[in-house]
């Protein structure tokens, strides 16, 4: 089959399933992310996060017991539930079968706020990373897509059509911060800043780590970190925290609800506690405090000052703007 | 007839999409292929090994008003608090914008 007749065919095939880039996704109905709708957008912000997992009642029970949030079916799916925190969508939940070979496991996937998700799409093949799932629009939502950055960390990219979510500080319950986790942060750093137009702030180690922050209209939007000495063999990825107000009381609650302990509490850069959970289906989640005060021992911004850096980053292959870009 | 043949075409243009590319790789994800775009399982491998005392994730306290230009702290996240009850921390010097709910 010559490449021409096997494109075609590729086409006329999708034609007659409705499976076209870019055509209006079929099925699920998401909320807004903006309700009422706003102008506001925010590139680089982390806006959304949904879990696969292979059992929703399980996740349901265990994300509802521990940070307070019920739970809407969404509209064309059964398997798709909408985790509200006092009446605010905050995530989607997604069940689908996970096959027992063990090489694959549940996780939350971190969507990203962009204005234009087709020049996402460049500047991710322009800068080395992979296109997972091609763009495709969701009703009220907006389009999103699917990429993997050059490491392999799994990440999605939306462009809300009600508006991004204001900056404001996240409620107990709610998504405060995210991280990634990479091999080789030099280039990692390069990639995100092409994508999203990040500033890069170099952070103080007191380990032989990585870390970085990055930065979008003034405010840290994400830590990106290399993984801890001795895991070469470990997956990058993106792990989103979400605000409580005792990480040692969220951490018993998730024992107790079927989670596991992925790290201890312990204290972090922002002056309070911070621990990483799994749920009861495998999918880490991160766990944060976030205090009105700063910690007096010395673990808050004053001990980690940051000089806004591009580690190793080439500028934008594409020689043009980032897709959060006007 | 026609239709054995409909389903023949049918058939051979997704096992060129297939060959063609597109879709989720194997090596970072596994695409469900259930029509949601979020639909995919991670890679095994996580390890949360590691973390010792100076391997820091959280966010910066920034103490600086952004103003721009090189050699400024990193800024932190958003301070303003939804119920307006002006929580302190992160001090910053861009705009906080109000209005209603969602997310940080």
Redesign the interface.
């Known amino acids: 089959?010559n490449?021409y007749?096997?494109?075609t065919?590729?086409?006329?095939?999708?034609l007659?399933?409705g499976?076209v880039t870019g055509a209006p996704?079929?099925?699920?109905e998401l909320p807004p992310?903006?309700?009422?709708a706003?102008s506001?957008t925010h590139p680089g912000?982390?806006?959304?996060a949904?879990l696969?997992t292979p059992d929703l009642g399980k996740a349901k029970d265990f994300y509802g017991g521990l940070f307070g949030w019920s739970f809407q079916q969404a509209e064309g799916?059964k398997n798709?539930a909408v985790a509200l925190l006092?009446?605010?969508p905050?995530a989607?939940l997604?069940q689908?079968?996970?096959a027992a070979d063990?090489?694959?496991?549940?996780?939350w996937?971190t969507f990203i706020a962009v204005r234009d998700v087709a020049a996402a799409e460049r500047s991710v093949k322009a800068n080395g990373g992979?296109v997972?799932?091609?763009p495709?629009d969701?009703p009220m939502r907006g389009r999103?897509?699917?990429f993997?950055d050059p490491d392999?960390a799994?990440f999605?990219v939306l462009a809300s059509s009600s508006g991004?979510?204001?900056?404001?500080?996240?409620?107990p319950g709610?998504?405060?911060?995210s991280?990634v986790?990479v091999k080789n942060p030099d280039r990692e750093a390069g990639f995100y800043r092409a994508l999203f137009g990040y500033e890069v702030?170099d952070?103080d180690?007191?380990?032989t780590?990585r870390?970085v922050?990055l930065?979008s209209?003034?405010?840290?939007r994400a830590?990106l970190?290399s993984?801890?000495?001795?895991?070469a063999?470990?997956?990058p990825?993106w792990?989103n925290f979400v605000r409580v107000e005792d990480v040692g009381a969220a951490v018993a609650k998730a024992v107790k609800l079927g989670g596991k302990i992925?790290?201890d509490p312990?204290l972090?850069?922002?002056?309070?506690q911070?621990a990483?959970v799994a749920d009861p289906s495998?999918a880490?989640v991160g766990l944060?405090e976030?205090?009105?005060?700063?910690d007096e021992s010395g673990?808050?911004?004053?001990m980690?000052?940051?000089?806004?850096q591009v580690p190793g980053a080439s500028p934008p292959a594409t020689g043009t703007p980032p897709a959060g870009s006007p | 007839m026609l239709r054995l043949s409909t389903i023949a075409l049918l058939l051979a243009g997704l096992g060129a999409c297939a060959v063609e590319g597109g879709g989720y790789d194997g090596d970072v994800g596994v695409g469900l292929g259930v029509g949601y775009v979020g639909d995919y399982y991670e890679p095994g491998g996580y390890d949360y090994g590691g973390w010792g005392p100076g391997y820091r994730v959280g966010p910066p306290r920034c103490c600086g008003h952004g103003s721009g230009g090189r050699g400024r702290p990193a800024p932190s996240i958003p301070s303003h608090a939804r119920s307006g009850g002006g929580h302190g921390g992160g001090g910053h010097g861009g705009g906080e914008h109000g209005g209603g709910g969602g997310h940080r």
């Open positions: 089959m490449k007749l096997a494109g065919l590729c086409t006329l095939a999708l007659s399933t499976i996704a079929a099925g699920i992310l903006s309700e009422p706003s506001e912000k982390v806006i959304w949904d696969v799916d798709f006092d009446g605010r905050v989607g997604l689908r079968p996970l063990r090489k694959h496991q549940t996780a996937l992979k997972l799932s091609a495709k969701y999103q897509a699917v993997a392999g799994v999605a991004d979510p204001p900056d404001m500080l996240a409620d709610e998504w405060i911060w991280s986790l702030f952070q180690s007191d380990d780590s870390h922050i930065a209209d003034d405010y840290a830590g970190h993984l801890p000495d001795g895991s063999h470990r997956h990825h792990l992925l790290v312990r972090d850069r922002q002056g309070g911070l990483v495998g880490p944060m976030w205090t009105d005060t700063e673990a808050s911004g004053a980690t000052p940051g000089t806004p």
